[in-house]
């Protein structure tokens, strides 16, 4: 079956510009998760949501970063007035039931990524 | 928060077995210890999950001592396909930001 997609594969904005990472999980997996990953480095959690909420956003690092789950399906990153610091793969991932990936039986999937790169 | 340390890099050669130790000396007695892999351009795939002893599956194993306070990550015969990124979790269930991939271990295979 299909796996995790994201879009656009690749992003080049101008500072202080505004973009939007889609996500589009496995069907039927409750639990999506956002990571960003800088060069060299793991992912980075960011927000999770169960459903159309999200469960914990703890990991957004300012208040430009903003994500949302309308459906409880596709999932869309938005990054308000980027900074050349944004500069990353951004990662989703899904699971079937949620909670941490290091959780039993919680297998998270994740898609390619989107790398974003700010001038 | 259970913080893993694992080696940065590791070199081997096709065919060989190799071992990747992670540290993990603050483990909760609720903790799993887990393992993804990670290719160039592409993200973590799970490989391998375990919570004491030994864990096999058709990937890998996972050893782990009665303490807990370590793991090892074996790949039997390896080939230049399993040159990649391999990270350690141990996370605190109920807080996400607690889960931690790190820098990983950058394992290159070569001819």
């Known amino acids: 079956g299909a796996g995790v997609s994201q879009t656009p594969s690749n992003k080049v904005t101008e500072k202080g510009k505004y973009v939007e990472l889609r996500c589009d999980p496995i069907?039927?997996?409750?639990?999506l998760y956002w990571y960003r990953q800088s060069l060299g480095q793991g992912p980075e959690f960011l927000i999770y949501?169960?459903?159309?909420?999200?469960?914990?956003d703890s990991g957004l690092p300012n208040d430009r970063f903003f994500a949302v789950r309308p459906e409880g399906s596709v999932s869309t990153l938005k990054i308000q007035r980027t900074e050349r610091g944004d500069s990353a793969v951004y990662l989703c991932?899904?699971?079937?039931?949620?909670?941490?990936?290091?959780?039993?039986?919680?297998?998270?999937?994740f898609g390619p990524g989107t790398r974003l790169t700010v001038l | 928060l259970a913080k893993t340390t694992q080696p940065i890099s590791m070199d081997s050669y096709e065919g060989q077995e190799v071992n990747i130790t992670c540290s993990h000396n603050?483990?909760?007695?609720?903790?799993?210890i887990t393992w993804y892999q990670q290719f160039p351009s592409q993200g973590p795939r799970f490989i391998i999950q375990?919570?004491?002893t030994k864990v096999t599956n058709e990937v890998a194993s996972l050893f782990i001592p009665a303490d807990r306070k370590s793991s090892t990550l074996s790949l039997p015969r390896v080939s230049l396909s399993d040159t990649a990124v391999y990270y350690c979790?141990?996370?605190?269930?109920?807080?996400?930001?607690?889960?931690?991939f790190g820098a990983g271990t950058r394992l290159t295979v070569k001819p």
């Open positions: 991932a899904s699971s079937p039931q949620g909670g941490l990936a290091s959780d039993p039986n919680n297998e998270q999937f």
């Open positions: 069907s039927g997996h409750t639990a």
């Open positions: 949501f169960q459903g159309t909420g999200a469960a914990d």
């Open positions: 603050n483990i909760a007695t609720n903790d799993y």
């Open positions: 375990g919570y004491k």
């Open positions: 979790l141990v996370g605190r269930k109920g807080n996400n930001n607690d889960m931690r």
